[in-house]
C-alpha cells in the first residue's frame, strides 16, 4: 500500500505488537510490511481461511479488511501487492 494509507508508523510496536519489524520502502510511495510470521506464531490458519471465505476467496480483500479493522490502514487503502506464506510448525 502506499505509505499514507497505513494509520501507524512502520516498524512501531503498535503496528507489529512483540517484534519490532522491519520495512521496505519503496521508490513508488508503497511500503512492504510483514504481519505474522511462524517466530510469533503467524495467524490462525482457521481464522483466516474464515476470513477469505467471508471475502468470496479474494485473500487481498481479506487482509485489507483486516488491515482496517485493526486500525493499520485507512478504509479505502489499496493494496497494490501482496505476498503470503505458509510455513508448517515442528
Do not use: C, N
Request: charged share 30%; hydrophobic share 35%.
Amino acid at each position: 500500500m502506499r505509505a499514507d494509507q497505513f494509520t501507524m508508523s512502520a516498524g512501531s510496536k503498535e503496528d507489529s505488537p512483540g517484534l519490532r519489524r522491519g520495512f521496505v520502502p519503496r521508490a513508488d510511495g508503497t511500503e512492504e510490511r510483514t504481519y505474522g510470521s511462524a517466530s510469533t506464531g503467524g495467524f490462525d490458519a482457521v481464522e483466516w481461511s474464515q476470513r477469505v471465505a467471508e471475502h468470496h476467496g479474494d485473500v487481498t480483500e481479506a487482509m485489507r479488511a483486516w488491515l482496517v479493522e485493526t486500525g493499520r490502514a485507512v478504509e479505502d487503502a489499496d493494496i497494490q501487492y501482496l505476498e503470503v506464506r505458509g510455513w508448517i510448525s515442528e
